[in-house]
Every structure is written in structure tokens, then in C-alpha cells.
DNA sequence: ATTAATCCCTGGAGGC
DNA sequence: TGCCTCCAGGGATTAA
């Protein structure tokens, strides 16, 4: 199984090759190929023009966020399904689906790619960068100290809808995608349309810390097996988690036997198993 | 205010 | 082989 999109492990791991590569690089000129990856796309030449010249300071995360911290400027870049960055030499010939270039003034060039051309960029103050944009709203990072269990159980109890889309919101907590949700359903032994105010507090201590773990473990991946930095930041699917119930339709279920199920919950392929995780009837 | 639906995109899979 | 249709999905936006 190959996991394609970028989630919060591999953003994070983007983040620290961007930071190995260009932190400290200066920005000599920027194009802009697909005007749709800017926010708002009226005014890529206002981006063009605002990042000619700055310096990128630091490169930070906030969930599936990057966030490029220059001298008086920061920008919000989401890769969502496809998006990579990549550092060639300047007179390399662009790669297909190569949609913004940002030439350095040491002859490399920075650059973003995205097959789907679903990702965004964003300027933004630098003072409330890690506020503005899409950062607004967010919840706190999987963490143990930041997410916290009576925050997670108050904030369940507040909302009726299936306890799945609310995960993928980003507002509870951030850095769940649609397969490490499923997977996290699947070890806390949640069914993905229980009402979310029908979670028992054992139930929501125990998908805490399934969020918790689920994230936590592929980020160690993600940091151990993308292999180098020297120009492919983020190559999607270069690193493997044990999936227990995403892409395993039909499989058995590793702790029952039971085949995987696949439905469809808020419009997302939703993997689970149907003893682990059951549904009572008045949910259905 | 909450929640559901729509949209953005392309490549790959499946049908014929 | 080639053409067609359908599907995948994060999050912003729009509708209910």
C-alpha cells in the first residue's frame, strides 16, 4: 500500500528538508505557472513582487501547514493531495506539474509541484503568521500536552454529527487525513458514524489516545525512511505504516478475522471493521 | 450556529 | 488499443 498524500508526518518531514536546503536562501525572482495555487489568485503579481528579494528566516508547522517565515513577510503553503517541493539547479528543465518556481540567488531554484493542483499558497503578516489564513480556528497538535482529554470530551459532546468528519475538520485536533482517521477509529474501537455526543468518556480517552499514537508513530516513520534531502523534498510514499483496515477492503481483520469493510461516510472512502467497530441500530 | 453539499483537478482504473 | 466514464480527496466556499 502506497501512501500518497502528504499528512501531518510528511509535512513535518518536508519541513525539516526545507529547512535543511534553504533556510537562509535569498529569493531573487518568483513565477507562477497555475495561478489557482496562489490565495487569492488575482494577485500573483503581487506575490511575485512581495517575496522578490526576502530571505527565508525559518520554515515552521502548524498541523498540515508549512509556514515560510521571511524578513518582513510569511507565507501559508498547503500541499493537500499531491504537492511536493523540490531544489534543482536553475537551468534544470522544469518537471511536468511544476506550477511555482522560486529562483535563489545562489542558482538553485525552490520549487512546487502538484499533479492535482489542489495545493495553496498564501502571504500573509508576518507578525500573525501563525494565526492568519487557514491556521485560523485549527486545534491543538496530537499531541499528549497539547491535546488534551477534557477539552476532547467537552468538545465531542457539543456536536451531534458522525464522529469521523468532525476528526477531519481540523477544529478538535489537526493532522488527521482520511487514513490514519480510519485508523484510528479501528485501534479505539469506534464505528466512523457514531454521533460524536454518543462517545462514552472511556470511548474518547481511548480514541485520544488512538490519534495520539496513530500520528505519532508514522511521524517517527516518515523521519526515518525518506532518505536523502538533497533535491526531492516530501516524494510521497516513501514511507510505510502497518495499515490495518485502510486499503485492506476484504482482509482479514488483524485483531478478529472478520473481512474489511468499505463504506462511504461524508463522502469519503471509510475502511472499518464490522465486529470491531460496531454500530448499534439506532445510529443506523 | 451547525452541518451537508459543491467545487477544485488529474491520472488511473474499469468497462466496452 | 482506444475512448469513455467514474473515482479519489483536503479544505474553502456555498447552501440549507
Wanted: overall charge positive.
Amino acid at each position: 500500500m502506497l501512501i500518497k498524500m502528504p499528512e501531518l508526518p510528511e509535512v513535518e518531514t518536508v519541513r525539516k528538508g526545507l529547512v535543511h536546503l534553504v533556510k537562509g536562501s535569498k529569493i531573487q525572482a518568483v513565477d507562477v505557472y497555475w495561478d489557482n495555487i496562489i490565495t487569492p489568485a488575482t494577485e500573483v503579481m503581487q506575490f511575485k513582487e512581495q517575496l522578490q528579494g526576502q530571505t527565508i528566516q525559518d520554515v515552521k508547522r502548524r498541523g498540515k501547514y508549512l509556514i515560510f517565515l521571511f524578513d518582513d513577510l510569511a507565507m501559508i503553503s498547503h500541499l493537500r493531495m499531491e504537492g511536493k517541493y523540490e531544489v534543482e539547479e536553475t537551468n534544470t528543465p522544469l518537471k511536468k506539474h511544476t506550477h511555482v518556481v522560486f529562483h535563489l540567488t545562489d542558482g538553485r531554484d525552490l520549487r512546487y509541484l502538484d499533479v492535482r493542483k489542489f495545493g495553496r499558497m498564501q502571504l500573509v503578516p508576518l507578525a500573525t503568521a501563525m494565526e492568519a489564513g487557514g491556521l485560523k480556528n485549527l486545534g491543538p497538535e496530537p499531541l499528549p500536552d497539547t491535546f488534551l482529554l477534557k477539552d476532547f470530551i467537552a468538545y465531542l459532546a457539543t456536536r451531534s454529527r458522525p464522529v469521523k468528519p468532525l476528526l477531519l475538520e481540523q477544529k478538535v485536533v489537526v493532522g488527521l487525513g482520511n487514513i490514519y482517521v480510519d485508523e484510528a477509529l479501528f485501534e479505539a474501537k469506534i464505528h466512523p458514524l457514531r454521533p460524536a455526543d454518543s462517545l462514552t468518556k472511556a470511548e474518547a480517552k481511548k480514541l485520544r489516545l488512538a490519534i495520539i499514537d496513530v500520528l505519532g508513530r508514522a511521524v517517527e516513520a516518515g523521519g526515518t525512511t525518506i532518505r536523502t534531502y538533497q533535491n526531492a523534498l516530501g516524494e510521497a510514499g516513501k514511507f510505510q505504516v502497518a495499515l490495518n483496515v485502510y486499503g485492506q477492503t476484504g482482509a482479514p481483520c488483524p485483531r478478529c478475522g472478520t473481512p474489511i469493510e468499505k463504506i462511504k461516510v461524508a463522502q469519503r472512502g471509510t475502511h472499518l471493521c464490522p465486529h470491531c467497530q460496531k454500530l448499534p441500530m439506532k445510529y443506523r
